[in-house]
C-alpha cells in the first residue's frame, strides 16, 4: 500500500508562495500524477503533531471534529495581524485596501478550489452550520410552503437537519428521510428514486458521513433532483478538504464546507450557491457592510454575496483559509484522498481482523474514517484509554443522534485521518485498542 510513510523516497513537497501554490491547482477530477508526496516529511509543517500527550507522542485521529494547521496558515495569519489588519470595503487608506485585497482574493481562491463559475457565488460563512442556517432561512422562508417536503437521508448531521426542521415549523413544510440499510449505512437507491418527487422542493444531502465514512454518489443525486426541478444542497463538510471537488461537475445548487476541518482557521466557513439562485434570495442578516443605501424605513441592498455578509466579517479567517486551500493543492486532492481511503481501509481491516468488535460503514469505498464499537465496553471508554496513551479519537453520537438510534447504539468510538497520520499510527491504534479488549475482558 502506497500510505507507509517508510516507502517514499521522493523529496518533500515545499510549501508554496501564493503564487506557486496557484498555479499547482490540479483539476479537479484528474487522477493523481507526479510523484507521491513524502507524508511523513509534510508533517514536518504541522507544529502541533510533535507533543507528547500523557507522556506518549500525539495520535490525532479526530480529524473529523478539527484538522490541524500548518505552519504556512498559522504563518499567514501572523503575517496579516502584524502588517496588515484593518477593516474590509469601507477604508480608502492603505491598510483597509490591503485587508479588502487579501479578502476578496480568498474569495477567488475559494471559488477556484470548488470550481464555481466566480467569486460572486462564494459568501463567506462562520462554517457548515451557519452556511446551511443561511439557505434554511433565506431560501426556505421565501421558497416553502404548507405541504411541501424537505427531503433528506437518514445520515444527515445535526447541521443539516435542525435548521430545516426549524424552517418547517414556520413554513409548514414538512421533512421526509432517505432511509439507509443496516450498519453500511448505505443509502437506499430504491426509495431515494420512490421519494424525489413533488411534493419535495429540496433535497439536502451529506455528501461523506461523519458518522459512518459513506460516500455518497451526490453528483448522480443532484442530477436527478435537478431533472424534476428540486433544489440541492450539499454538505460537503468531510469532503471539501478530502477530495476534489467541482460544483459545476456535481450540479448542485447549493454547497457549504468548514474552514477548519480544510486545514484552515476555525471560525469562516464557505457557502457556495448557483449565482442565478444565489441573486434571488433575500438577506439573511442586516446591518452594515450588506447595504447599498439605507433610509430609515427602507434599505437597498448590496448584490450576492456581499447582501449576505452583514456587519465586519471575519477577515483574518478567509485569508488564513487561502492559505490552506493553496496548500492542500500543492499536496493534491486526488493524492488526499487516496492516503485518506487507504488508511481507513487498513485500519477497518485491521479492526475487523480483531474479533469482538462492531464496525459501522462500508466496508469497501470508504472515507478516512473508521467507527465502531468493541463487544460490552462504551466508547467513552475506548477513547478515555486511548487518550492516556496519546491517542485522540471521538466517542460519542457525532451529532447524529437519529442515525445512532436507527443503528441501536447510543454512541461509537471513531478514529478519523488525514493525510499526515500514518500506517505505524494505524498499528499503534490497534495494539491500544487490543490493549482495551485484554483489559475489559479480564
Ligand atoms: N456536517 C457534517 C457532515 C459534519 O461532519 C459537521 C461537523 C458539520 C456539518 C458541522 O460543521 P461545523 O464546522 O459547522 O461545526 N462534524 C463534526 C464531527 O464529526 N465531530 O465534530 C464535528
Same mark, same amino acid.
Not at 507522542?57 to 490525532?60: D, G, M, T
Not at 470550481?115 to 452550520?129: D, K, S, Y
Not at 486526488?334 to 485518506?340: N, T
Not at 483489559?439 to 479480564?442: E, I, Q
Given at each position: 500500500?502506497?500510505?507507509s510513510p517508510?516507502?517514499?523516497?521522493?523529496?518533500?513537497?515545499?510549501?508554496?508562495?501564493? $503564487?506557486?501554490?496557484s498555479s499547482?491547482?490540479?483539476?479537479?477530477a484528474?487522477?493523481?500524477a507526479?510523484?507521491?508526496?513524502d507524508?511523513?516529511?509534510?508533517?514536518?509543517? =504541522?507544529?502541533?503533531?510533535?507533543?507528547?500527550?500523557?507522556?506518549k507522542?500525539?495520535?490525532?485521529f479526530?480529524?473529523?471534529?478539527?484538522?490541524?494547521k500548518?505552519?504556512v496558515?498559522?504563518?499567514?495569519?501572523?503575517?496579516?495581524?502584524?502588517?496588515?489588519?484593518?477593516?474590509?470595503?469601507?477604508?480608502?487608506h492603505?491598510?483597509?485596501?490591503r485587508a479588502?485585497?487579501?479578502y476578496?482574493?480568498?474569495?477567488?481562491?475559494?471559488?477556484?478550489?470548488l470550481?464555481?463559475?466566480?467569486?460572486?457565488?462564494?459568501?463567506?460563512?462562520?462554517?457548515?452550520?451557519e452556511?446551511?442556517?443561511?439557505v434554511a432561512?433565506?431560501?426556505?422562508?421565501?421558497?416553502?410552503?404548507?405541504?411541501?417536503?424537505?427531503?433528506?437521508t437518514?445520515?444527515?448531521?445535526?447541521?443539516?437537519?435542525?435548521?430545516?426542521?426549524?424552517?418547517?415549523?414556520?413554513t +409548514?413544510? %414538512?421533512?421526509?428521510?432517505?432511509p439507509?440499510?443496516?450498519?453500511e449505512?448505505?443509502?437506499? $437507491?430504491?426509495?431515494?428514486?420512490?421519494?424525489?418527487?413533488?411534493?419535495?422542493?429540496?433535497?439536502a444531502?451529506v455528501?461523506?458521513?461523519?458518522?459512518?465514512?459513506?460516500?455518497?454518489?451526490?453528483?448522480?443525486?443532484c442530477?436527478?433532483?435537478?431533472?424534476?426541478?428540486i433544489?440541492?444542497l450539499v454538505?460537503?463538510?468531510?469532503?471539501?478538504?478530502?477530495?476534489?471537488v467541482?460544483?459545476?461537475?456535481?450540479?448542485?445548487?447549493f454547497?457549504?464546507?468548514?474552514?477548519?476541518?480544510?486545514?484552515g482557521?476555525t471560525?469562516?466557513?464557505?457557502?457556495?450557491?448557483r449565482q442565478?439562485?444565489?441573486?434571488?434570495?433575500?438577506p439573511?442578516?442586516g446591518?452594515?457592510?450588506?447595504?447599498?443605501?439605507?433610509?430609515?424605513h427602507?434599505t437597498?441592498?448590496?448584490?450576492?454575496?456581499?447582501?449576505?455578509?452583514?456587519?465586519?466579517?471575519?477577515?483574518?479567517?478567509?485569508i488564513?483559509?487561502?492559505?490552506?486551500?493553496?496548500?492542500l493543492?500543492?499536496i +493534491?486532492r486526488?493524492?488526499?484522498?487516496?492516503?485518506?481511503q487507504?488508511?481507513?481501509?487498513? $485500519?477497518?481491516?485491521?479492526?475487523a481482523?480483531?474479533? +469482538?468488535?462492531?464496525? =459501522?460503514?462500508? %466496508?469497501?469505498?470508504r472515507?478516512?474514517?473508521?467507527?465502531?464499537?468493541?463487544?460490552?465496553v462504551?466508547?467513552h471508554?475506548?477513547?478515555t484509554?486511548a487518550?492516556?496513551?496519546?491517542?485522540?479519537?471521538?466517542?460519542?453520537?457525532?451529532?447524529?443522534?437519529?442515525?445512532?438510534?436507527?443503528?441501536g447504539?447510543?454512541?461509537t468510538?471513531?478514529?478519523s =485521518?488525514?493525510?499526515y497520520?500514518?500506517?505505524?499510527?494505524?498499528?499503534?491504534?490497534?495494539?491500544v485498542?487490543?490493549a482495551i479488549?485484554r483489559?475489559?475482558?479480564?
Open positions: 500500500m502506497s500510505v517508510s516507502l517514499p523516497t521522493e523529496p518533500a513537497v515545499a510549501r508554496p508562495s501564493a $503564487a506557486e501554490a499547482a491547482v490540479a483539476p479537479a484528474s487522477k493523481p507526479g510523484p507521491a508526496p507524508w511523513r516529511r509534510l508533517r514536518e509543517d =504541522f507544529p502541533i503533531l510533535h507533543q507528547t500527550v500523557h507522556g507522542p500525539l495520535i490525532y479526530d480529524n473529523a471534529a478539527t484538522s490541524q500548518p505552519r496558515v498559522i504563518e499567514t495569519l501572523r503575517r496579516y495581524y502584524e502588517r496588515d489588519n484593518a477593516n474590509v470595503h469601507r477604508g480608502i492603505e491598510l483597509s485596501n479588502t485585497q487579501a476578496e482574493a480568498a474569495r477567488a481562491r475559494v471559488a477556484r478550489f470550481n464555481a463559475r466566480c467569486p460572486e457565488e462564494i459568501v463567506f460563512t462562520r462554517g457548515t452550520t452556511g446551511i442556517n443561511l432561512h433565506s431560501w426556505g422562508l421565501q421558497h416553502l410552503k404548507p405541504g411541501d417536503v424537505i427531503l433528506l437518514e445520515l444527515e448531521h445535526h447541521s443539516n437537519l435542525v435548521p430545516w426542521q426549524l424552517v418547517a415549523e414556520r +409548514g413544510a %414538512k421533512l421526509a428521510f432517505v439507509v440499510t443496516g450498519d449505512g448505505i443509502v437506499d $437507491a430504491r426509495r431515494l428514486e420512490e421519494l424525489l418527487a413533488p411534493p419535495v422542493k429540496l433535497f444531502m455528501h461523506v458521513s461523519n458518522s459512518l465514512g459513506v460516500v455518497n454518489p451526490v453528483a448522480d443525486w442530477a436527478r433532483a435537478r431533472a424534476r426541478g433544489v440541492t454538505d460537503g463538510a468531510q469532503s471539501a478538504g478530502h477530495m476534489p467541482d460544483v459545476q461537475a456535481l450540479g448542485c445548487d454547497f457549504v464546507f468548514s474552514g477548519h476541518k480544510t486545514c482557521p471560525g469562516i466557513g464557505v457557502l457556495y450557491g442565478e439562485l444565489l441573486e434571488t434570495l433575500p439573511y442578516q446591518g452594515g457592510e450588506m447595504i447599498l443605501s439605507v433610509e430609515y427602507r437597498l441592498f448590496k448584490p450576492a454575496p456581499h447582501r449576505f455578509e452583514a456587519g465586519t466579517p471575519d477577515i483574518s479567517g478567509p488564513g483559509l487561502h492559505a490552506a486551500l493553496d496548500y493543492d500543492m +493534491g486526488e493524492r488526499i484522498w487516496q492516503h485518506d487507504e488508511l481507513a481501509q487498513y $485500519a477497518y481491516d485491521r479492526l481482523a480483531l474479533g +469482538g468488535i462492531r464496525l =459501522f460503514g462500508p %466496508k469497501r469505498n472515507a478516512g474514517l473508521v467507527s465502531f464499537l468493541l463487544q460490552d462504551h466508547a471508554d475506548v477513547v484509554l487518550d492516556r496513551e496519546g491517542i485522540a479519537l471521538r466517542g460519542g453520537h457525532h451529532c447524529t443522534q437519529p442515525l445512532m438510534r436507527k443503528l447504539v447510543e454512541s468510538a471513531r478514529a =485521518f488525514y493525510f497520520n500514518t500506517v505505524e499510527e494505524v498499528d499503534r491504534f490497534i495494539e485498542i487490543q479488549q483489559f475489559f475482558a479480564r
